[in-house]
């Protein structure tokens, strides 16, 4: 004995040319919309329960407002580090800043979340630097003072106490003003002399990405630089800087290279 329905499902279709409803049987109502029975069962059954059409569940959580919140919160963070244009390769990357050699995405990443509540992934952290930001890090100096460096060690250093931690920073702030009077008293010249500024530079080339050049001969090509200094403020002429270049198979970088460019600069 069949049992009695208690919902009836009736299926319409529209079309362009006939606006009004075209009712059609289960069978062509699903070959048409290419959906299975079983898939229109449950959604007949559903809206015959609740009145209202099944809510969109796919896609998995939606937590788009929630990680435009965090990324915000993460590129204020970055912010807030201080970075530096670079002295050199300005041409070859416009725009991009550096910040200080001891800091990583990793360790920004770690006082991200000492200082904010929020829980973010590193990898959300990492795509928001790379895509946001045109930043990189600087490389540790090789001229550093080292009495520069053991004062910032010293006031990192978690045994000392608040007061010793004060006096080591008095100490720091006293020595880079000290440094800044010896600058100062160099940029002075006595006009009745001549002050010559110095520099030795030297370049691996050839400098290319083919890794067959990592395992090719290299050569190097050393930089002797003589300037001419007329003192803080004066205008630098071109005619009083003079470069001095050679390869490294021409010759080696010695006393007699520098001795030669400093005549040839005195000769002029």
């Known amino acids: 004995m069949q049992k009695d329905r208690e919902v009836t499902n009736e299926y319409n279709l529209l ?11 289960k069978d062509t109502f699903c070959s048409v919309l290419g959906i299975g029975k079983d898939h229109v ?24 407002a929630e990680n435009d919140g965090k990324k915000q919160h993460v590129m204020d963070h970055i ?18 800043k550096y910040l200080p050699c001891d800091l990583s995405v990793k360790r920004m990443h770690e006082l991200f979340d000492q200082q904010n509540h929020d829980v973010v992934s ?14 990189g890090f600087g ?40 440094a800044r009077v010896f600058y100062d008293l160099l940029g002075q010249v006595d006009h009745d002399a001549v002050t010559l ?26 930089l002797s630089g003589v300037v001419i200094h007329h003192g803080t403020g004066s205008k630098q002429a ?17 006393s007699n290279m520098t001795a030669s460019a400093l005549d040839h600069c005195l000769r002029q």
């Open 238 to 254: 071109v005619d009083d800087v003079h470069l001095y270049t050679w390869m490294e198979h021409e010759n080696r970088k010695g």
């Open 197 to 222: 500024c110095f520099d030795m530079m030297q370049d691996l080339i050839p400098k290319t990405a083919i890794g067959q050049a990592y395992y090719s001969r290299q050569l190097y090509m050393y």
């Open 41 to 64: 069962s449950r959604v007949a059954r559903y809206y015959a329960l609740n009145a209202t059409a099944r809510p969109e569940i796919r896609g998995g959580a939606r937590k788009v």
């Open 122 to 135: 590193y990898s959300l952290y990492y795509t928001v630097f790379r895509q946001h930001f045109n930043l």
């Open 139 to 178: 490389h540790p100096a090789t001229d550093a003072c080292s009495s520069c460096a053991r004062f910032q060690l010293r006031v990192k250093d978690p045994s000392l106490t608040e007061e010793e931690k004060r006096s080591e920073s008095a100490s720091y702030i006293l020595h880079r003003r000290r």
């Open 15 to 25: 079309t362009e040319d006939h606006p009004t409803k075209i009712p059609v049987c």
């Open 79 to 96: 912010n807030t580090f201080t970075c530096r244009a670079s002295h050199y390769g300005r041409r070859g990357a416009p725009g991009r």
